[in-house]
């Protein structure tokens, strides 16, 4: 067996792995950027205590307001994580009054208007790939279940080469399976905020799909492999790396995704779906490859 391909497959589809799973969806990024804004909000206001008797600084879901004294009137611009959707920027304004502060005005909805809903156009293209992929897919499994039961069934057909075809095609069963799954998961219901969802059966669910994600592309690898190995050795040959190569084709996926398993509880134990890519392609790999829709705007979330 080439070690130079084993190589170049641990790269190749821990590329892959990176790129899937390696980018935040810009709605949960909108969202942890407002919140890394009110930690460091708040982290300055306990660091200057109450040095003053007008209003103290606090965080309102969208802004910081400093420490600002009594019968003053403070402005500032619509927070800079909204440009991405704003319609115009605008000022928002608060009194300090000696009864603490006054409520914005005008308020956010007016000042800093967002474009905050997904077009018809795309509400109807998301949903014509994913009747795709689900029309797609159930045909996929019904022909690779029928295929497999006639690879078994004929005991003429049992040979190491038709062996690892069963197991290529089991690959693709269980990719399908797992992103039905994934999606019956993340989508029991529709007002679930996927940036925050985290279950174990979502958690569980995710590590699946990327599994055999995983898998169906080393079988595919473990495909040519078998084949150079009947091109350059007798038939005979040929069957002793056959265990090897199913060791190399269960085994392989499994230990880089305990591992990849492990990094994630340890170092970001987040929710399931803030992981993802954000750009056209990459919301068309979700949907697609793992199972997924659109978030959604995010602006309703904090402006609501």
């Not at 792995?17 to 990024?29: K, L, S, Y």
């Not at 956010?108 to 029309?135: G, L, M, R, W």
């Not at 919301?283 to 659109?294: I, V």
């Amino acid at each position: 067996m080439n070690p130079r391909a084993l190589y170049r497959c641990a790269f190749y589809s821990l590329s892959l792995a990176a790129f899937v799973v390696g980018h935040i969806h810009p709605e949960c990024d909108f969202l942890a950027e407002l919140k890394r804004n009110e930690n460091e909000c708040l982290r300055g206001a306990e660091d200057h205590g109450n040095e003053t008797a007008g209003c103290r600084k606090t965080w309102d879901r969208l802004l910081c307001w400093p420490n600002t004294e009594a019968g003053e009137t403070l402005t500032l611009p619509c927070p800079q994580v909204l440009f991405h959707f704003l319609k115009e920027p605008g000022l928002v304004r608060r009194n300090c009054t000696v009864n603490g502060w006054s409520d914005p005005y005008p308020s956010y909805h007016i000042a800093c208007p967002v474009n905050d809903e997904i077009p018809v156009e795309e509400q109807s293209y998301f949903s014509t790939v994913k009747i795709i992929y689900t029309v797609g897919y159930s045909i996929s499994i019904s022909s690779l279940t029928l295929a497999v039961t006639v690879l078994i069934a004929f005991r003429r057909l049992r040979c190491p080469r038709n062996y690892i075809h069963v197991q290529l095609f089991l690959t693709f069963i269980l990719k399908t399976i797992a992103i039905f799954i994934k999606d019956a998961v993340l989508f029991q219901k529709e007002d679930i905020d996927h940036c925050s969802f985290s279950t174990t059966e979502c958690k569980i669910s995710v590590a699946f799909c990327h599994y055999f994600m995983m898998t169906n592309f080393m079988w595919l690898l473990v495909e040519a492999l078998y084949l150079n190995c009947l091109l350059l050795s007798s038939f005979p040959h040929g069957r002793r790396y056959f265990w090897w190569l199913v060791l190399f084709g269960w085994g392989f996926p499994t230990f880089f995704t305990i591992v990849w398993i492990l990094a994630k509880l340890y170092f970001e134990d987040t929710a399931c779906k803030r992981k993802l890519a954000g750009d056209g392609m990459g919301r068309a790999m979700d949907l697609c490859q793992c199972g997924g829709r659109g978030l959604g705007g995010p602006c309703h979330l904090v402006l609501g």
